[in-house]
C-alpha cells in the first residue's frame, strides 16, 4: 500500500513564498511520476507541477517562473517550491504518484495541503 503525505501548506501573504513537501512510503516503483495539483473551491483540479523520475518537468503556465518543483529519488519526497504567491494561488494542493507498467497505470494521491494566500 502506498502512502502520500504533504505537508507545508499555511497562509501566506502575496508576494511571499511557501514550500510543499511530499513523501511516498510503500512499495513504489522506482521508474515513476511525482506531482502537484490544486483545486480551488467551486473549481476542477488542475496540474500545477510534476517531475518524472528521470527529472523531467512540467509546468502549468500560471505557475511558470513562480512554482520549482523537484525530488529526491532516496528519499521518495517531491517538493514544490512557490515564490511570488498570488492571491489565485489558493487552493488545496495534492501530491500525486503514478507508476506505469506496461499497460497498467495506477495513481495515487495525498490528502492534500491548504495554501491560503492573501492580498
Known amino acids: 500500500q502506498v502512502q502520500l503525505v504533504e505537508s507545508g501548506g499555511g497562509l501566506v501573504q502575496a508576494g511571499g513564498s511557501l514550500r510543499l513537501s511530499c513523501v511516498a512510503s510503500g512499495s513504489i516503483f522506482s521508474i515513476n511520476t511525482m506531482g502537484w495539483y490544486r483545486q480551488a473551491p467551486g473549481k476542477q483540479r488542475e496540474l500545477v507541477a510534476v517531475i518524472t523520475s528521470g527529472g523531467n518537468t512540467n509546468y502549468a503556465d500560471s505557475v511558470k517562473g513562480r512554482f520549482t518543483i523537484s525530488r529526491d529519488n532516496a528519499k521518495n519526497t517531491v517538493y514544490l517550491q512557490m515564490n511570488n504567491l498570488k492571491p489565485e494561488d489558493t487552493a488545496v494542493y495534492y501530491c500525486?504518484?503514478?507508476?506505469?507498467?506496461?499497460?497498467?497505470?495506477?495513481?495515487?494521491w495525498g490528502q492534500g495541503t491548504q495554501v491560503t494566500v492573501s492580498s
Open positions: 500525486n504518484l503514478v507508476v506505469q507498467r506496461g499497460s497498467v497505470t495506477t495513481t495515487w
